[in-house]
């Protein structure tokens, strides 16, 4: 397990629609947030799209960051969370 | 680093299984708060409160939004106060149950432990002012939590201490009558209670604990119902096995947790405690985890094998996923606290009897059960006696929340609220052990607890 590792993951969650990535990278670039991979799949006619970025230059904090993306997900009526890679690590790694 | 199914999996653990971390507690030493002076004691303890766990809250409301893991309460377990008063100037104990009252809610915690007193072979004068205090405090406070150990297995049961918390707990329910009995929810007597628990309501810190410590108690009793899902109809080494991995899971949540807060507040890492911890919402409940396993209710004949090995599972599982182990670390059955346990007690499936049964393999004891408020306190203690001798001789902890509501009987429902939710009054044998609990003295240490 790496301690306070600098990637947060993710997690896009609701109906399809144009642009939702356009939206939500367009609000990772802002403060300077790095996308090292995207994966997306439709699962039960649900859309989910899970992105791994790295929050190194990060110009807010993840607080931050999890708010704006919480308001974005509100104004366009999908689920948006952020969470720190820490916890996958730590429930997946020994 | 990990996959989409991985991620997704930790998603539904959080959002549809109800997996979250109950606990965070700081253990806080009080004992360089006792003076001669009770006002001046008071005064310290809630200073010193005050200023160690003064971002307890922030800090764990921060790590509950940045890993996205919910952290449901924040607790403080103080040394035990019959300790910190000993020296003090008053023998009416209830001013060092508010000033633990003022002091969580101005750090604004969920609970405060450690109204405690530790008797197991015998009570100082301070032990006998705190038991006495016990109701009054209870009573007269929102978040402070009392507890008892009268009874280890290297001394043997105190059953003066057993008959006075008896009577203590009839008291307790008659204060809080207008609220049925709540007073008593927030009442253990233990046998080998552990020192860093960090589980309401017997939460205290230990004389041999550090100044300050961070312990913190994991619930994930829908993961592992969800897990078992999988294995329907497999042979029970398969069940034992994925109950296994779904608790390292679950236990790896709490220890990332628990290193945050410990390294954010600067205070050292406890211990994680491994108990399965139920909560009456739907799909948060131990009692469906052994009704997944086969059984047609909790409570039925196989309930304490099923339990057995749920138990140990999830500690062969928690263990390698925490570098330190301790508190309770065990599966807890509280009727009142588990949603599957009321469907169970209101259907007249399980009996105090089998609950008794239960707690010879799991943590923690007779918890949370609501009784008829005429039984008597010698009944009580009997009851309690009982589940001290299971601990006591074989080793392990357990304890007894009981809750008997004045003016209720058989038939009739108890309603709390939250984490503590509802009880339907089960019946008590009515053979009286008067005479046995009148006799008093102690009852000697078991053979096998003599190792040296």
Known sequence: ?94 | MFNDLEILETLRMFQEQHLDVRTITMGISLLDCATASHQETCRRIYDKISRRAADLVRVGDAISREYGIPIINRRIAVTPIALVAASGDSADYTCYAKALDAAAAQVGVDFIGGFSALVHKGSSHSDDNLIAAIPEALAGTNLVCASVNVATTRTGINMDAVRAMGEVILETARLTADRDAYGCCKLVVFANAPEDNPFMAGAFTGPGEPECAINVGVSGPGVVKHALEAVRGEDLGSVAETIKRAAFKITRVGQLVAREASRRLGVPFGIIDLSLAPTPVVGDSVARILEEMGLETCGAWGTTAALAMLNDAVKKGGTMASSFVGGLSGAFIPVSEDEGMIAAAASGRISLEKLEAMTSVCSVGIDMVAIPGDVSAATIAAIIADEMAIGTFNNKTTAVRLIPVPGKTVGDTVHYGGLLGSAPIMAVNPASAEAFIARGGRIPAPIHSMRN
């Not at chain 1, 607080?63 to 948006?80: A, D, K, V, W, Y």
């Open chain 1, 1 to 94: 397990m790496t301690p306070n590792s600098q990637n947060a993951v993710i997690t896009v969650v609701g109906r399809d629609r144009v642009g939702i990535i356009a939206a939500v990278a367009g609000l990772l670039a802002d403060v300077q947030v790095n996308i090292k991979d995207i994966s997306q799949t439709i699962l039960q006619d649900i859309f989910t799209m899970i992105m791994l970025v790295d929050i190194r230059s990060m110009t807010v904090g993840i607080l931050e960051l999890g708010e704006r993306l919480e308001q974005l997900g509100e104004t366009i009526g999908i689920s948006i969370r952020v969470q720190h890679a820490d916890i996958f690590d730590t429930m997946h790694r020994i």
